[in-house]
């Protein structure tokens, strides 16, 4: 079964970097889920300035926003995994050893929908 592990890392204010995982610790980890055969697709995400906000109105009406983070967000989303495993206890395994999931950060592990079966 497919599992969408989504990275949100702890904000940072420059205060605290040696909490953060090293990028070392990513690479172990990367390296670890890859080798285990299980990865179906994974990437991480530009720094949350460069975002893009889409709305729509009731009226229809879009409205557009790039003046990055904002202040109702806590957690800043970092990157995703989708892994292939037999089950939600294997997804949750690699969730807990992804380095994201440390240091005031968190892992969301959805299942992905299968609307074909």
Same mark, same amino acid.
């Given at each position: 079964?497919?599992?969408?592990?989504?990275?949100? =890392?702890?904000? !940072? +204010? %420059?205060?605290? &970097?040696?909490?953060?995982?090293?990028?070392?610790?990513?690479?172990?980890? #990367?390296?670890?889920?890859?080798?285990?055969?299980?990865?179906?697709?994974?990437?991480?995400?530009?720094?949350?300035?460069?975002?893009?906000?889409?709305?729509?109105?009731?009226?229809?009406?879009? =409205?557009?926003? !790039? +003046? %990055?983070?904002? &202040?109702?967000?806590?957690?800043?989303?970092?990157?995703?995994?989708?892994? #292939?495993?037999?089950?939600?206890?294997?997804?949750?395994?690699?969730?807990?050893?992804?380095?994201?999931?440390?240091?005031?950060?968190?892992?969301?592990?959805?299942?992905?929908?299968?609307?074909?079966?």
């Amino acid at each position: 079964m497919k599992y969408l592990l989504l990275i949100n =890392s702890a904000p !940072t +204010d %420059g205060t605290d &970097a040696a909490d953060q995982c090293a990028f070392e610790d990513w690479q172990g980890y #990367d390296k670890a889920i890859q080798d285990a055969g299980v990865v179906v697709d994974s990437h991480a995400l530009a720094d949350l300035t460069t975002a893009t906000t889409v709305r729509v109105g009731p009226d229809g009406e879009r =409205s557009i926003t !790039t +003046d %990055g983070p904002f &202040a109702e967000t806590r957690e800043v989303l970092g990157g995703y995994y989708v892994i #292939d495993v037999p089950d939600l206890d294997t997804a949750l395994e690699w969730a807990a050893r992804c380095p994201g999931a440390r240091d005031g950060g968190s892992v969301v592990v959805r299942p992905v929908a299968d609307f074909e079966g």
